[in-house]
């Protein structure tokens, strides 16, 4: 498929050779990922999956010298980790995005796959979510926040504190999805991101899909958690951004130009980083 789009694709076959539950040992896995950051001619680098593993990379990409050429990450859930080094300690833009086996199955819809192209190919090209609903009061208020977004998966982000790699968001738009987690579960991710003081330097937060977050009991509770745990914070909170691990898998471009505007029509503007690759 990324070849009909016109691109030039460079894999190693043999990254795939389990290991327990991951798909190679640490070493070869970040001795590929070191590779494509360092070659000249790469553009992208897209990940197949997710799951988890990228975290045991960590302290080896901590290690690197920044490259002289930009890459463009590609990936969400699990992917998280490698964002927030390329984003915070690299200075780099990157992309929240479907993984690349939701392509190879097709399990993208015409209008998506139409989207993504789109923000890997056109420099003007711009991603607005308006579709947002405040979740507090702060929320509601008229103003205009410009900034950048960071962030990921929730349980993701969450493990990323108290490491090298803590999420940092000063002055940034924070964004969070999840997948198969109960109420209770995320509940303790966002205490203890708020006891880490993560909120507090936070311009905003914003959340993608919470996908098969149900109860046994069929019911859902992950509105009224979000609802509950913000109302009374000072950082406007939304819902509503179309990313995440659901059917439709907008992409979201972290750490680059964006307008969040709060108050009775929210929305939020994405701008494409492309013009300073």
């Given at each position: 498929m990324l070849r009909?789009?016109?691109y030039k694709v460079s894999y190693r076959e043999e990254l795939q050779s389990p290991k327990v539950f991951l798909s190679h040992?640490?070493?070869m896995r970040f001795l590929a990922l070191k590779e494509a950051l360092?070659?000249?001619d790469v553009q992208a680098i897209w990940c197949l999956r997710g799951g988890y593993g990228a975290i045991r990379l960590l302290p080896a990409l901590e290690k690197m010298k920044v490259p002289k050429s930009k890459k463009l990450l590609i990936g969400l859930s699990d992917v998280s980790s490698l964002h927030a080094v390329l984003n915070q300690k690299w200075g780099w833009a990157s992309l929240h995005a479907s993984l690349l086996d939701r392509l190879a199955l097709n399990q993208l819809s015409p209008e998506n796959?139409?989207?993504?192209?789109?923000?890997?190919?056109d420099e003007s090209y711009h991603m607005e979510f308006s579709g947002l609903s405040p979740l507090n009061t702060s929320a509601k208020i008229n103003r205009r926040i410009k900034s950048k977004v960071v962030g990921g998966?929730?349980?993701v982000v969450t493990s990323t504190l108290g490491?090298?790699?803590q999420i940092n968001?000063?002055?940034?738009i924070l964004f969070l999805e999840e997948i198969s987690e109960r109420a209770y579960r995320v509940d303790r991710c966002l205490q203890q991101l708020k006891q880490a003081g993560v909120f507090r330097q936070a311009n905003a937060v914003v959340f993608g899909d919470f996908t098969h977050c149900d109860e046994p009991n069929k019911e859902n509770y992950i509105q009224q958690t979000l609802h509950d745990f913000f109302e009374n914070m000072k950082v406007p909170a939304f819902t509503g951004v179309e990313c995440g691990h659901g059917v439709l898998q907008?992409?979201?471009f972290f750490n680059s130009e964006t307008h969040l505007t709060c108050g009775l029509k929210p929305r939020m503007i994405v701008y494409s980083p492309f013009k300073s690759l």
């Open positions: 009909s789009w016109g040992a640490d070493e360092l070659m000249p796959q139409n989207e993504l192209k789109k923000a890997l190919m998966n929730l349980m490491t090298p790699s968001c000063a002055g940034k907008r992409p979201l």
